[in-house]
């Protein structure tokens, strides 16, 4: 089945400092790819929709220049949160579908646990 | 715009009886709707989906799920529930008229705890 690896699992950074998640689609071509964010015993919250080789298209209130998210490759798609602040700690996950296959569901990477200090 | 509602932020049932997890959902046009289960500090795990046909879908680890128009529901069922199955879970719409384009809309959650 559709595997989609996310790094780090776990990241612990400095308040000001620059973290990149990676979310990897290992089995399949990830046309799409979507990067949520998720708070304590809340529901996940998506930040932005990326489309291999485009821009991406951010939420609502979602700060594009805070939360950079890039999607060179059909497998690749990185998040990089900018000068990070304790407020920025959360639970980060990606989501990827390949063409046409939104219908089949969307595999979600297992997560990275972001915490600034 | 596409809504999903659980209302229930915790069911608890004791580990052999039925679990029910109750979804409702507001699309404008025909749901695509999905289950997904979540352990602490994990990703979301696929359990099962309803597209068309059977309004019963069965997934995986036992569960299954019933779709009903009138009533637009999807609940989450499994007939004997194990204490392994203590966990987060999701309900998710996508609205196929594309107004929200391929965005999943999740639900609040429901944590589910399986007591032996």
């Known amino acids: 089945g559709a595997v989609v690896s996310q790094h780090p699992s776990r990241v612990i950074c400095k308040s000001g400092t620059s973290v990149k998640i990676e979310c990897r689609s290992l089995d399949f071509q990830a046309t799409t790819m979507f990067w949520y964010r998720q708070f304590p015993k809340q529901s996940l919250m998506l930040m932005a929709t990326s489309n291999e080789g485009s821009k991406a298209t951010y939420e609502q209130g979602v700060e594009k220049d805070k939360f950079l998210i890039n999607h060179a490759s059909l497998t690749l798609s990185t998040l990089t949160v900018t000068s990070a602040h304790p407020e920025d700690s959360s639970f980060y996950i990606c989501?990827?579908?390949?063409?046409?296959?939104?219908?089949?569901?969307?595999?979600f990477g297992s997560g990275t646990r972001l915490t600034v200090v | 715009a596409q809504s999903v509602a659980q209302p229930e932020d915790q069911v608890n049932v004791a580990e052999g009886n039925p679990l029910t997890v109750k979804c409702t959902y507001s699309v404008s046009g025909n749901p695509y709707l999905f289950w997904y289960v979540q352990y602490p500090n994990r990703g979301l795990q696929f359990l099962l989906k309803?597209?068309?046909?059977?309004?019963l879908v069965k997934g995986s680890y036992g569960f299954e799920a019933e779709f009903n128009k009138s009533q637009t529901s999807f609940h989450l069922k499994k007939p004997s529930a194990l204490v392994s199955d203590s966990a987060l879970y999701f309900c998710a719409v996508r609205d196929l008229t594309g107004a929200a384009g391929n965005k999943l809309t999740f639900g609040g959650g429901t944590r589910v705890l399986v007591k032996p």
């Open positions: 309803y597209i068309t046909g059977d309004n």
């Open positions: 989501s990827a579908t390949p063409r046409g296959g939104f219908n089949y569901g969307y595999t």
